[in-house]
Each structure stands twice: as structure tokens, then as C-alpha cells.
């Protein structure tokens, strides 16, 4: 497929960077929402974790920074968790917080861990792919 790549056309990683701090209070906020009980049971998400609002939360901040093409993205690589895949000028990136950063355990049971820490330091941006149209992104990212 051909396309007249429009630079400039999106955020560029670099934009990204620049509101890596932004996405970490993002998930801070979720972290702080995250109520479990003494046997690690949270009215709403019983004994699972929250990468999926994290992630969640991190598209509204990546939207306000004009990102118009994300996403969020199940994997079960390892452990089941959810990142979010933007378009950007410079390509498609993985955006993610590790979730061993805020929680423990595995699969489905997670507990939250006391000692987590929000800064900038915790993002991962990863180029996963080259630049590419709207269409092929949607069609290429839309189904996971």
C-alpha cells in the first residue's frame, strides 16, 4: 500500500515525551481509585488489576495532546495486561507502565502494591512500527 506520508500530520514521539510526567499522573489517579481489602478484593475488580484503566486513562491524556489515532491493546505474553498503541508522525508506538510498578501477583489476581511510585522514569515508549495511514493503523490495531 502507498501513501503520501503527511509529516507533521500527528505528535511525534518527542511530543509523547514531553507528557510522559502528564501520563504518569494519569495513572497515579487510577492507583489511588484502586481500593482493596485486607484479602485483596476491590468492589469493583474483585481480584484483578488495573493495567486496563491505566491504560484507559492514559488515552485521554495522549487524546489532549492531539494524539488521534490510539488505542489500548490485551496481550497474554507472560501475564494478561493492556498498553496502549498510538500512531504518531514518527511511527506506531507501545505506550506502557510495567505493571510490576504499581501491583503483584499473576494471571487474574493481583494485589496492589504499597510502594509504587509515579514519575516519568516509569513510561515505556517503544517504536513498534514505521509510520503508516489511519486506515491501516485502525485495521491493523483496532481488533486486538
Given at each position: 500500500?502507498?501513501?503520501?506520508l503527511?509529516i ?9 515525551e ?8 494519569a495513572?497515579?489517579?487510577v ?9 485483596g ?14 491504560a ?6 495522549l487524546?489532549g495532546a492531539?494524539?488521534?489515532f ?7 505474553i507472560g501475564e ?8 504518531l ?6 505506550i ?6 504499581y501491583e503483584?501477583?499473576?494471571?487474574y489476581?493481583?494485589k496492589?502494591?504499597e510502594?509504587?511510585v509515579f514519575?516519568?522514569s516509569?513510561?515505556e ?10 486506515e491501516t ?8
Amino acid at each position: 500500500m502507498t501513501f503520501k506520508l503527511d509529516i507533521g500530520k500527528f505528535p511525534s514521539s518527542c511530543d509523547i515525551e514531553s507528557r510522559f510526567e502528564d501520563l504518569a499522573a494519569a495513572a497515579k489517579s487510577v492507583y489511588d481509585e484502586w481500593l482493596q481489602d485486607e484479602d485483596g478484593l476491590d468492589d469493583v475488580l474483585g481480584a484483578g488489576g488495573i493495567c486496563q484503566d491505566i491504560a484507559s486513562r492514559m488515552l485521554e491524556v495522549l487524546d489532549g495532546a492531539g494524539v488521534q489515532f490510539s488505542t489500548t491493546v490485551h496481550t497474554t505474553i507472560g501475564e494478561n495486561h493492556v498498553f496502549v498503541v498510538a500512531l504518531l508522525d514518527d511511527g506506531v508506538f507501545s505506550i506502557d507502565i510495567p505493571p510490576h510498578v504499581y501491583e503483584t501477583g499473576g494471571g487474574y489476581v493481583w494485589k496492589k502494591r504499597e510502594d509504587a511510585v509515579f514519575d516519568a522514569s516509569v513510561i515505556e515508549m517503544m517504536r513498534i512500527g514505521d509510520p503508516m495511514d489511519e486506515e491501516t493503523f485502525n485495521e491493523t490495531y483496532s481488533d486486538y
